[in-house]
């Protein structure tokens, strides 16, 4: 894998370095979600996640076909190399279920908190809307109301 230095140096001038334990924010153009993105270091002709490129240049690799790279930092701006790792989706969905930051799996615990809804009985039309024909209560008696000799 080959990028030019002075591509690479311009992608880590954008990047808010700090500790090595600590998160590297991107101080670049970000997503709605947080994620940052950068240009100079396109493939395929589009810009590309700066964590896939931080990943990229820390082991001197593409990343491989069917994986992403997933933060253990879940800080999507972030861009430090000992916080990220491949997986595949499946890793990064077990990932965020272990550390209970899913949706749905918020949605649980709350809703585990809320009393239960009263249940509210189904109200029926009193005429069919297609046809407008007045319901009776002949549908809940034997054979629909038709009686046999």
Known sequence: MQYPANKIEKFWSKVD????DACWEWRGARSEKGYGYYDGLRRFGAPRRTHRIAWELANNRHVPQG???CHHCDNPPCVNP???FVGTPADNMRDMCAKGRHKSAAMLRAKAALPPKPRIP???AEYCIKCGHHRTDDYMKPNGGVEFA
Do not use: A, G, S, Y
């Open 17 to 20: 370095r700090r500790e090595p």
């Open 122 to 124: 189904r109200v029926h």
């Open 82 to 84: 000992d916080h990220l």
């Open 67 to 69: 994986l992403i790279v």
